[in-house]
């Protein structure tokens, strides 16, 4: 009797681990902050797609804007994939004179992209405020195990020459 408690936990755990999983759909958070955070650096690694790799069933990517004294930087990181995948990942940073939540009225000031951003790292997209006050917005856009893309955008920051976050 032990023994088939133990096998019948076993097969529920089992089903818990792989079968939940798959009812999910993607999960995205946007985090859009700005603050006086200096760049920590990127570090990014390009691997080979597999295509015979199963759909991303969870993908969780963030997205935050950073500003400092000289420069504004996007920053795009994922959080956790579910199971392993492939996520293209391209950040975008665009900045406007006057203010707009639509970003094909502003200027693209950086881009950068990767191939396979894994789970954990960042990349990021970094511009120089030339002493413009300015209003920024960072774009996200990601697609796992070519599926389908997903875009997240941050909100405007109204953001000084000197890099103080005024709205």
């Known amino acids: 009797m032990k023994n088939l408690k133990k096998i019948c936990l076993s097969a529920m755990a089992a089903f818990a681990l792989f079968a939940v999983p798959m009812c999910a759909s993607n999960a995205v958070s946007v985090n859009a902050t700005a603050d006086?955070?200096?760049?920590?650096?990127?570090?990014?690694?390009?691997?080979?797609?597999?295509?015979?790799?199963?759909?991303?069933?969870?993908?969780?990517?963030?997205l935050n804007l950073y500003a400092d004294s000289t420069s504004v930087r996007a920053e795009a990181k994922n959080d956790f994939t579910f199971p392993l995948s492939t996520v293209y990942t391209v950040v975008r940073l665009y900045s406007s004179a006057t203010y707009t939540e639509n970003i094909s009225q502003m200027t693209l000031e950086a881009q950068n992209s990767i191939g396979d951003l894994?789970?954990?790292k960042s990349i990021s997209a970094t511009a120089?405020?030339?002493?413009?006050?300015?209003?920024?917005?960072?774009?996200?856009m990601y697609q796992?195990?070519?599926?389908?893309?997903?875009?997240?955008?941050?909100?405007?920051?109204?953001?000084?020459?000197?890099?103080?976050?005024?709205?």
């Open 36 to 62: 006086d955070g200096a760049s920590t650096g990127m570090t990014s690694v390009v691997e080979q797609s597999d295509e015979t790799s199963p759909r991303a069933w969870i993908v969780n990517m963030s």
């Open 118 to 120: 894994d789970t954990g």
């Open 128 to 140: 120089s405020i030339g002493g413009r006050e300015r209003y920024w917005r960072a774009q996200l």
């Open 144 to 167: 796992a195990d070519n599926g389908s893309l997903n875009y997240k955008e941050t909100d405007t920051f109204h953001i000084s020459a000197n890099g103080t976050v005024l709205s």
